[in-house]
């Protein structure tokens, strides 16, 4: 009896060991945003004045929407790619938000162009992307690059 308590004791440990010496290169944000609402800043990979950024005001639109409890926001030079999460109620309506907030930012906002997602993996990216850039990981060219690949990776998934 004893025998098998050290046995147990033993792989117990051996888990325990091994879960927590598991490394995530993620940043605190990105892992913590499945499970809670971040609506982190927007993020502005261009070259252009800040006065022409609306992004700030792009956000603050699209968290008046019920349905939407997280987004988050990255200007390019010439798209703006806004990823956001729905409630879980709302999941079976997803295709219908994805058009009414398209529909309502291209009439707000006629000369912009617009890339919406409410795909997790999309959204995910768009932090990691915020992360690295206010880490002063990357520059901005390749912020830039990364953004391309964000959009390709979105259009690729529908």
Known sequence: MLKNRKYVLAITVFFLIISGCSSNEDGE????????????????????????SVAYQIREDVKKINEIYDVAIIEGQKNILIAYKVSHLQRFRMKKIEKNLKD?????????????????????ETIRLREALEDDNISIDEAEKRFKEIIKLQKEMT
Do not use: C, G, H
């Not at 944000?29 to 022409?52: F, G």
């Not at 309502?104 to 995910?124: A, G, H, N, R, T």
């Open 104 to 124: 309502q930012l291209e009439s707000d906002y006629p000369e912009k162009k617009f890339i919406v997602s409410s795909d997790y993996k999309i959204f995910l």
């Open 29 to 52: 944000e990105a892992r913590l945003s499945l499970m809670k609402t971040t609506q982190p800043a927007p993020i502005e990979i261009s070259y252009q004045e800040k006065n022409d």
